[in-house]
């Protein structure tokens, strides 16, 4: 299965870079931008400081209704592969700190938040809309993964997803080993 997996990346990699038009962005293999921004508490943090061997990076604000939908399943997958060094990190963007502080403790969300109330990150990585997500490799590159939507291979999930459901667990079971 392992094997599988890692043909199925190098294939859905080839692809990608071979329909590739030339225009900059998040590609596949790329170093992640790195996001700084604060946390809710107020102190400075930044992605590359956060220790994971896998990360899945979920653009997010507190007036998106799909976003505030999808959080509780994305805290139970945190909660669930967190001992295993799978990080849930949450970019909140276009919002105040207020609001995410309020969002956060309303559902008990307990992954790392990283709020940019500079928008910085959306450029960086190009959100057109929310939520938005990318999942990294433990040195914070980009991965192409299967989408446990419809299963095609994708470097962004644009749009919310059943974070909580087997499939979403059979991917980050498989791609941790």
């Known amino acids: 299965m392992r094997l599988f997996s890692r043909v199925l990346m ?24 790195n996001v700084q921004g604060s946390s809710p508490t107020g102190s400075p943090v930044a992605l590359y400081d956060i220790n994971g061997k896998l990360f899945l990076l979920n653009f997010w604000a ?6 505030i939908q999808e959080m509780p399943a994305l805290q139970s997958l945190h909660t669930k592969f967190k001992d295993r060094g799978f990080q849930v990190i ?40 929310f939520p938005e997500s990318f999942v990294l490799d433990g040195e914070h590159r980009v991965m192409v993964i299967t989408d446990p939507a419809d299963g095609t291979p994708q470097t962004r ?13 059979h991917l980050i079971n498989s791609l941790l080993k």
Do not use: H
Request: charged share 25%; aromatic share 8%.
């Open 62 to 67: 507190t007036w998106c209704a799909p976003c």
């Open 90 to 129: 949450g970019i909140a963007v276009d919002d105040t700190e207020e609001n995410v502080r309020d969002t956060i403790q309303k559902f008990g969300i307990t992954y790392p938040i990283i709020i940019d109330n500079k928008a910085q990150s959306k450029r960086q990585y190009q959100v057109k809309g």
């Open 10 to 33: 190098v294939a859905a990699l080839s692809l990608c870079i071979a329909c590739s038009d030339g225009r900059s962005g998040i590609n596949p293999g790329d170093r992640a931008p």
């Open 157 to 169: 999930l644009w749009g919310p997803r059943e974070w909580d459901s087997p499939n979403v667990g």
